[in-house]
């Protein structure tokens, strides 16, 4: 195997060393032995997760007649759906206004604003449950509109991220590009749309699958705010795991992890991985 | 120049491949101590390569290096004697220029006052003497070079390898730090290994300049034979101004040759060519190699030269393009054949420039000594 | 970069910054200032609660069963962050090193787990630790072997296998935590080292330093605003971590965050979870504020 193939190396390339290949080797085998197992264990002719006894693809067809799953995997989509949506909007424009303007207070509204990276997710969490119960946000909605407080929270948590992309985006912006459009004849607002917009593009992209990817990955702010019936996929799992998994979950879980795969190979497509690297 | 024979430096049959591409192809050369050495390309060439495999930074793919009669092949940069000075200096930006310049001998394990000693006599030679706490970031771009020089020097290394030395400077600073280096080099008597893509860089300051083109050395000579006598087509195209035509060799004799270009007509020379040849060879003239008269004038100073028989080493043009450098006039003159002749002409008075000017019909001579044949 | 003063051009500042001024303030300061109020609020009656102004909660919060936890979750995420350090540095510095054709493919290696939903992979995890799990059974064939090696070597065989409990105590706290947050250490140390002047670490071998020296000397205090970063990216969300010690830990492995959660959702009492709370938060901001020291005496440095 070339990998393990030992040749003289130029000082620099620390990765033809044999040890630091075995020692990646072993990192990526902890991060994806796991994952690997629960996959194989979707396809596993048994009610546990414990020994193989054979192929069977009966628990995709189980978890496709789950309407509990369906439930709760409809209502992630939902949320992250509106979640990256009006976070990419609130983020980008935060991040226009912190970048172009000077006010009163910049310094503290931009601190204010990074603060829901900060701050604990159960610490944030816990203040919507006692904002929501505050002002008696209605349960028992019609779904989608049961999803609001959720969605709500999600919003709150993933704009900063935007903000951080696009704003990380703006700061590399060569104001004499806009300078030109207009020197060309193009107005304020069109030198906005043609000049700007497809510079922070890239950032949008980035912001979107991040915001979509964290609000799909919540759990714990979605476990204080959720009220019955509006479990997300991550609550669902959680509730399993504390009282016991059913093989079609395993199924399920396959399939975000092959979803997850998908859309990051579309970002590395868009990105590049250096670049989507850089936005972390 | 203290500059005896003993190569410091040994290359023997040096090839490196980077997957398909082979960047340094089975290059053999000496390097003298106390030689000022000029590994001379474009960029791509593999010359930055080459200095790399020198200091231990590349691994050659074939071949090996000896240093001071010793092979290199095992030996890890850290425990080579030569040291570096790097394109971008890689001064450590978190430590001041003193601690930079005695990190080398910290790891060696010179005692402090040695230590202190030493730096500031490096500092002094560079002429950085009182900048020991400076932080790099509070430096230009030119005192940087000098700390990076410092400290590198300072390790007293058999050989220093400069990589573009000068190439992130401005022009005036260039021309200054090119006799710096050159005089720098006497002072400590180190062998200087620089790589550059400047043919005056090179032409200034070495002592022997190779020519490395597409990974392979194109010629290895002195500055001025380099220019006087290149060996190839690539070298006198590389290193400063040529007209090159392409011709048949219709006389070789010891004393004189003659080389019959379509474009131009023939070309006499006073020496015969050396070396195996068939087919086309190309003779070459510098611009500043051929002398302009008005119209009709230059045939009879040929004749009157009388160092080529009738007929030789004479053209005639219309001036197509000049531009006035102040020093010289550099002109582009249309043959007959159509082919362009740049001709370089000194202004020996202020009213010279005016002599000729565009779309004039001139005639041009060029002495028998002038020319060279290249066979390559 | 020149700004604009926002009196010059109203409009377009009034465009952009009314919708984000205003969710903050009503969907962030406004939750969190309800939980600052009930810090100091005291439980009447099922469901209200009184601003009453007491410390109660905060001195509650510092007994020493609290405070024990405290600083056993300021432990474990140091613990976390250290291991995912030295597991991850390694990592990095190939990442930065290997050649430009394998250079996405372990970025990506690196990104994809990040990208996972932390459930499943948490879950996953546990299907792996568990009693009859593979982790299990690659520890008994270890023992056997051993035992076999033993018996080679005409010594006792060692005991039967005992499954080791590798669940449900801190152990699995410290695994599943370092499990989780390895990337974000990862990725952050990479973009530091590949901005990384590489010919400084030449330089550093051509003046005679081996490569532990270099490490030391010149990549560590060069990259280490990266390490910083990723320092706190681990440290930060280590602290506050509810999922991983709840599914995975055992009676004796709650971290802070599992005990406001009880306040909030078994124990009934908001008041004093959300004195923890704001506890938890001034923790954080303490370690910002620690970073943001230490970056002035070094601000030359870059």
């Given at each position: 195997m070339a990998f393990f193939k030992r040749t003289a190396h130029a000082p620099l390339e620390y990765s033809k060393s044999l040890w630091m290949r075995g020692w990646v080797a072993l990192v990526m085998l902890f991060l994806y032995i796991p994952l690997f197992v629960l996959m194989a264990f979707s396809f596993n002719d048994s009610k546990r997760n414990v020994v193989w006894r054979g192929f069977t693809t009966k628990y995709y067809g189980i978890a496709w007649e789950n309407a509990q799953l369906w439930d709760a995997m409809m209502n992630s989509l939902t949320i992250a759906f509106f979640a990256t949506i009006f976070s990419l909007i609130i983020g980008s424009m935060a991040a226009v206004?912190?970048?172009?303007?000077?006010?009163?207070?910049?310094?503290?509204?931009?601190?204010?604003?990074?603060?829901?990276?900060?701050?604990?997710?159960?610490?944030?969490?816990?203040?919507?449950?006692?904002?929501?119960?505050?002002?008696?946000?209605?349960?028992?909605?019609?779904?989608?509109?049961?999803?609001?407080?959720?969605?709500?929270?999600?919003?709150?948590?993933?704009?900063?991220?935007?903000?951080?992309v696009v704003r990380a985006r703006l700061a590399s912006f060569n104001r004499e590009q806009e300078e030109a459009a207009k020197d060309l004849g193009a107005s304020e607002w069109q030198a906005f749309r043609d000049v700007l917009v497809p510079h922070i593009k890239p950032a949008l992209v980035s912001g979107a699958l991040l915001a979509f990817t964290l609000s799909l990955d919540d759990f714990v702010i979605t476990f204080f705010t959720s009220t019955p019936g509006t479990d997300t996929f991550p609550v669902l799992v959680y509730s399993l795991v504390k009282r016991g998994v059913t093989p079609d979950v395993n199924a399920a879980s396959t399939i975000l992890i092959l979803l997850t795969v998908l859309l990051t190979a579309v970002a590395l497509k868009l990105q590049g991985a250096k670049a989507l690297a850089d936005t972390h | 120049m203290t500059q005896n024979s003993d190569p410091i430096i040994q290359i023997r049959g040096v090839t490196k491949n980077y997957g398909k591409v082979t960047a340094v192809d089975n290059v053999s050369l000496d390097i003298r101590a106390g030689e000022f050495f000029v590994l001379?390309?474009?960029?791509?060439?593999?010359?930055?390569?080459?200095?790399?495999?020198?200091?231990?930074?590349?691994?050659?793919?074939?071949?090996?290096?000896?240093?001071?009669?010793?092979?290199?092949?095992?030996?890890?940069?850290?425990?080579?004697?030569?040291?570096?000075?790097?394109?971008?200096?890689?001064?450590?930006?978190?430590?001041?220029?003193?601690?930079?310049?005695?990190?080398?001998?910290?790891?060696?394990?010179?005692?402090?006052?040695?230590?202190?000693?030493?730096?500031?006599?490096?500092?002094?030679?560079?002429?950085?003497?009182?900048?020991?706490?400076?932080?790099?970031?509070?430096?230009?771009?030119?005192?940087?070079?000098?700390?990076?020089?410092?400290?590198?020097?300072?390790?007293?290394?058999?050989?220093?390898?400069?990589?573009?030395?000068?190439?992130?400077?401005?022009?005036?600073?260039?021309?200054?730090?090119?006799?710096?280096?050159?005089?720098?080099?006497?002072?400590?008597?180190?062998?200087?290994?620089?790589?550059?893509?400047?043919?005056?860089?090179?032409?200034?300051?070495?002592?022997?300049?190779?020519?490395?083109?597409?990974?392979?050395?194109?010629?290895?000579?002195?500055?001025?034979?380099?220019?006087?006598?290149?060996?190839?087509?690539?070298?006198?195209?590389?290193?400063?101004?040529?007209?090159?035509?392409?011709?048949?060799?219709?006389?070789?004799?010891?004393?004189?040759?003659?080389?019959?270009?379509?474009?131009?007509?023939?070309?006499?020379?006073?020496?015969?060519?050396?070396?195996?040849?068939?087919?086309?060879?190309?003779?070459?003239?510098?611009?500043?190699?051929?002398?302009?008269?008005?119209?009709?004038?230059?045939?009879?100073?040929?004749?009157?030269?009388?160092?080529?028989?009738?007929?030789?080493?004479?053209?005639?043009?219309?001036?197509?393009?000049?531009?006035?450098?102040?020093?010289?006039?550099?002109?582009?003159?249309?043959?007959?054949?159509?082919?362009?002749?740049?001709?370089?002409?000194?202004?020996?008075?202020?009213?010279?420039?005016?002599?000729?000017?565009?779309?004039?019909?001139?005639?041009?001579?060029?002495n028998s000594a002038s020319p060279v044949v290249l066979l390559g | 970069m020149a700004e604009q003063d926002w009196k010059q051009q109203k409009r377009p500042f009034a465009a952009v910054s009314t919708l984000p001024l205003l969710w903050t303030l009503l969907f962030f300061l406004l939750p969190m200032g309800f939980v600052w109020f009930y810090s100091f609020g005291r439980n009447a009656g099922l469901t209200e609660i009184d601003i009453v102004g007491t410390l109660d909660n905060y001195k509650r919060a510092t007994e020493w069963l609290y405070l024990g936890i405290f600083l056993k979750s300021l432990a474990v995420a140091a613990l976390v962050t250290l291991i995912c350090l030295i597991v991850g540095f390694p990592v990095a510095m190939a990442i930065t090193f290997v050649s430009e054709k394998w250079r996405p493919w372990l970025l990506l290696g690196i990104m994809l787990p990040f990208w996972t939903n932390l459930l499943i992979r948490t879950y996953a995890l546990m299907i792996v630790l568990g009693q009859q799990g593979y982790a299990n059974q690659g520890l008994e064939a270890l023992w056997s072997g051993a035992s076999w090696l033993k018996t080679l070597i005409g010594l006792q065989p060692l005991s039967t296998w005992e499954p080791a409990p590798l669940l449900y105590?801190?152990?699995?706290?410290?695994?599943?935590?370092?499990?989780?947050?390895?990337?974000?250490?990862?990725?952050?140390?990479?973009?530091?080292?590949?901005?990384?002047?590489?010919?400084?670490?030449?330089?550093?071998?051509?003046?005679?330093?081996?490569h532990f020296r270099t490490l030391m000397k010149i990549i560590v205090p060069l990259a280490a605003p990266g390490i910083i970063a990723g320092v706190m990216i681990t440290l930060i969300p280590a602290l506050g971590a509810y999922l991983t010690p709840d599914l995975m830990g055992g009676t004796d492995s709650q971290m802070i965050a599992n005990v406001i959660e009880r306040q909030f959702k078994r124990a009934n009492d908001w008041p004093f979870g959300a004195a923890l709370s704001f506890l938890l938060i001034y923790a954080m901001f303490i370690l910002i504020a620690m970073q943001g020291l230490r970056k002035k005496p070094g601000g030359d440095a870059r």
């Open positions: 206004m912190l970048w172009r303007f000077r006010f009163p207070f910049k310094s503290a509204v931009d601190g204010t604003m990074s603060l829901p990276i900060i701050v604990p997710e159960i610490c944030l969490g816990v203040a919507f449950l006692v904002f929501f119960s505050w002002i008696g946000w209605p349960s028992g909605l019609v779904w989608p509109i049961n999803l609001g407080a959720i969605i709500i929270a999600h919003i709150t948590f993933c704009f900063p991220f935007v903000t951080m | 001379l390309g474009p960029s791509g060439c593999g010359k930055t390569t080459l200095l790399r495999m020198i200091a231990g930074f590349e691994v050659p793919t074939e071949g090996q290096i000896w240093i001071d009669g010793q092979d290199m092949s095992r030996v890890p940069p850290n425990k080579r004697p030569v040291n570096m000075v790097f394109q971008s200096y890689a001064v450590f930006p978190h430590m001041s220029v003193a601690d930079n310049v005695a990190y080398g001998m910290k790891i060696a394990g010179v005692d402090r006052a040695e230590r202190e000693e030493r730096v500031r006599a490096a500092l002094d030679l560079v002429k950085l003497g009182g900048f020991d706490a400076r932080m790099p970031d509070q430096m230009s771009g030119g005192q940087r070079q000098r700390v990076a020089l410092a400290r590198s020097l300072v390790m007293r290394p058999k050989v220093l390898l400069l990589d573009e030395p000068l190439s992130a400077l401005d022009a005036k600073l260039r021309a200054q730090m090119q006799f710096e280096l050159s005089d720098l080099q006497d002072q400590v008597g180190i062998t200087f290994v620089t790589v550059t893509h400047d043919q005056d860089e090179a032409l200034s300051m070495a002592s022997r300049v190779a020519v490395i083109n597409k990974g392979e050395v194109s010629q290895l000579a002195t500055p001025s034979d380099l220019y006087e006598y290149p060996a190839n087509r690539f070298v006198a195209d590389f290193v400063g101004s040529v007209n090159i035509f392409e011709g048949k060799l219709t006389v070789d004799e010891k004393d004189k040759a003659v080389v019959d270009c379509p474009q131009i007509g023939k070309i006499y020379m006073d020496h015969g060519v050396t070396g195996p040849h068939e087919g086309a060879v190309w003779a070459a003239i510098r611009p500043e190699k051929i002398t302009l008269h008005k119209p009709g004038l230059g045939k009879a100073v040929a004749a009157a030269a009388k160092d080529a028989p009738e007929g030789h080493n004479f053209a005639r043009g219309t001036i197509k393009g000049m531009s006035y450098l102040g020093d010289i006039t550099l002109f582009e003159i249309a043959l007959e054949s159509g082919a362009i002749m740049r001709v370089s002409r000194p202004n020996l008075s202020r009213t010279d420039q005016e002599d000729f000017t565009w779309d004039d019909k001139v005639s041009m001579h060029w | 105590n801190n152990f699995a706290v410290v695994l599943g935590l370092v499990y989780v947050h390895l990337p974000f250490m990862v990725l952050p140390l990479y973009s530091a080292l590949d901005r990384l002047d590489k010919s400084l670490i030449e330089a550093s071998l051509d003046l005679g330093a081996g």
